[in-house]
Nanobody, 118 residues
Framework: VQLQASGGGLVQAGDSLRLSCTASGRTSGFNRMGWFRQAPGKERDFVAE????????RYTDSVKGRFTISRENAKNTLFLQMNSLKPEDTAVYYC????????????WGQGTLVTVSS
């Protein structure tokens, strides 16, 4: 599976961005897909995930109420709508996929940089 993330950029605090992640090479779907981020000098952290079937979601506390994860199953595409962005959201954002239950995050996108200026 190849994951291609896009949509990052330079924005000001309070602005919005929408990230996309398109999966190719797999036609049978996933168990879940998610977004992670890595700020400069820090470890990669979980941001949000969505179950491919059913669509239940989970978020890290710092983005609840501001970020929304969604997917378009027919196009194998994952989204992250980010509103009310803050400078501390600055990071490289990675999408990831778990192919089947229990497999873990097996596939990763290349990352897209989000920079939020104050």
């Amino acid at each position: 599976v190849q994951l291609q993330a896009s949509g990052g950029g330079l924005v000001q605090a309070g602005d919005s961005l929408r990230l996309s992640c398109t999966a190719s090479g797999r036609t049978s779907g996933f168990n879940r897909m998610g977004w992670f981020r890595q700020a400069p000098g820090k470890e990669r952290d979980f941001v949000a995930e969505i179950m491919w079937l059913g669509g239940s979601t989970r978020y890290t506390d710092s983005v609840k109420g501001r970020f929304t994860i969604s997917r378009e199953n027919a196009k194998n595409t994952l989204f992250l709508q980010m509103n009310s962005l803050k400078p501390e959201d600055t990071a490289v954002y990675y999408c990831a996929a778990e192919p089947i239950i229990g497999a873990g995050w097996r596939s990763w996108g290349q990352g897209t940089l989000v920079t939020v200026s104050s």
